[in-house]
């Protein structure tokens, strides 16, 4: 059974920084991409971040190019999203999703989903 758990999530202010992790159980971690999706209140999931099966090559959609970071470590089956700078709309649940090797960048080509973690960017 295939478990995505994501912590790290909370308030922070204006321009401040969090760590988002993504911890990965019942797949063969190193056979996966990952990527960060986020969903405000009212409006649909819109990606975030993905990264590819190795750690070797990441995409970033443009609202958070420079900002955001994310990272894996497939020792320890976890990927991680820095996020620093942080804005007022960034305020969404993140969630970690995983599918087989290759990155991407819609909702619908990622199989297994987390829970979500609140991050909340006050002005």
């Known amino acids: 059974q295939v478990q995505l758990v994501e912590s790290g999530g909370g308030l922070v202010q204006d321009g401040g920084s969090l760590r988002l992790s993504c911890a990965a159980s019942g797949l063969t971690f190193n056979s996966y991409a990952m990527g960060w999706f986020r969903q405000a209140p009212g409006k649909g999931r819109e990606f975030v971040a993905t990264?590819?099966?190795?750690?070797?090559?990441?995409n970033y959609a443009d609202s958070v190019k420079g900002r955001f970071t994310i990272s894996r470590d497939n020792a320890k089956n976890t990927m991680y999203l820095q996020m620093n700078s942080l804005k007022p709309e960034d305020t969404a649940v993140y969630y970690c999703?995983?599918?087989?090797?290759?990155?991407?960048?819609?909702?619908?080509?990622?199989?297994?989903w987390g829970q979500g973690t609140q991050v909340t960017v006050s002005s």
């Open positions: 999703a995983a599918r087989p090797y290759i990155i991407a960048t819609s909702v619908g080509d990622y199989g297994y």
């Open positions: 990264i590819n099966s190795k750690g070797t090559g990441t």
